[in-house]
């Protein structure tokens, strides 16, 4: 199959950058993914409930509702979206080639939106489903879910010890009532200035060589407080509070790219400021990917919106004509 751009990704960036070279007329084909990194199709947006900082929503919407609806929009427009994972990439020829467990894609520009994972710690309570209260009281992002009711004017508590606890604790008080940072060893990694900014803050309490054994549930079904150890003495204690929020870092979804585009220590493929361009002339990236900063949906949908724009001036300046796509195949 030859296609002009096929985009790898299933979030905001990803349809976006659809939405929009389908409208040019790039006939894009898509591949969503099936339980990449763990996480159905649409992303990290699955596996939150309310958004209401998306704009367009007064109401709010579900996250698993939006990522529908992008990509019903995306399949308006004429985008082809398979259900599959890409597997590998040879980004050394021309045309690119891309390969899942049953199609083999060359496409002269490729979009890279396979966004970021949260981490998350594994102990009873934190998981989904009936016995656990991620969703429900625990979460991975303080900018997304901090202002909902649930956590307005209580207690909370954030898991970390680096700059995102720091600025996820700040951005917390608020709206708690008191917040505790939660850090297994006994001093931060975090930079100077933000650890002066958190332990200056007078609404967070640090609780130093601590972990979590165990989220416990209230009477409404959602998380009531946690089971702490101790990491010195070995004493538990009991620390109720109403939220929880995991700062431990993401993981970009980089991996199956195999080291042939530029990533930074972290592993985010590195972008020419200002641009999605990525080391490679024709491969671009949007999204998580490559924003370990800002990691929201509608700062993913922007960089999704200039994927798009500048895969298509790219296949303007290669004068690629609209023939050699005419079958899809």
């Not at 109401?59 to 509702?65: A, K, S």
């Not at 898991?159 to 917040?179: F, P, Q, R």
Request: proline share 4%.
């Amino acid at each position: 199959m030859r296609v002009a751009t096929c985009i790898v990704g299933s979030g905001p960036a990803a349809h976006t950058a659809a939405i929009y070279t389908a409208r040019a007329e790039l006939k894009p084909i898509l591949f969503e993914g099936w339980m990449a990194n763990g996480i159905a199709p649409g992303g990290q947006l699955t596996t939150t409930t309310d958004v209401e900082n998306f704009p367009g929503l007064p109401q709010g919407m579900m996250g698993i509702e939006l990522t529908e609806k992008l990509k019903e929009q995306s399949l308006r427009f004429g985008t082809r979206i398979f259900t599959e994972t890409v597997l590998r990439l040879d980004l050394s020829v021309k045309p690119f080639r891309l390969y899942t467990d049953t199609k083999q894609v060359d496409a002269d520009t490729v979009i890279i939106a396979t966004g970021a994972v949260a981490k998350r710690l594994d102990f009873p309570g934190a998981s989904e489903g009936e016995d656990g209260f991620w969703n429900k009281g625990i979460s991975a992002c303080a900018v997304c879910d901090g202002a909902a009711p649930i956590f307005r004017n209580r207690p909370l508590a954030v898991i970390g010890g680096g700059d995102s606890a720091m600025e996820e604790a700040n951005y917390l008080s608020k709206y708690g009532s008191k917040v505790y940072i939660i850090h297994r060893r006994d001093a931060f990694r975090a930079s100077k200035i933000m650890q002066k900014r958190a332990l200056d803050n007078p609404k967070i309490e640090v609780i130093w060589n601590t972990d979590v054994l165990k989220a416990f549930g209230n009477e409404r079904g959602l998380l009531g407080g946690l089971n702490l150890r101790n990491t010195v003495t070995g004493e538990e204690s009991v620390l109720e509070v109403s939220g929880l929020f995991f700062a431990i870092g993401h993981e970009p979804a980089t991996k199956f790219l195999e080291g042939q585009v530029e990533l930074d220590s972290d592993g985010y493929i590195v972008t020419k400021p200002g641009t999605t361009q990525t080391s490679i002339p024709g491969v671009f990236a949007a999204g998580d990917v490559q924003d370990k900063k800002w990691r929201q949906a509608i700062t993913a949908a922007g960089t999704g919106c200039m994927a798009a724009l500048e895969a298509e001036h790219f296949l303007q300046d290669i004068e690629v004509t609209e023939d050699t796509y005419s079958s899809l195949r």
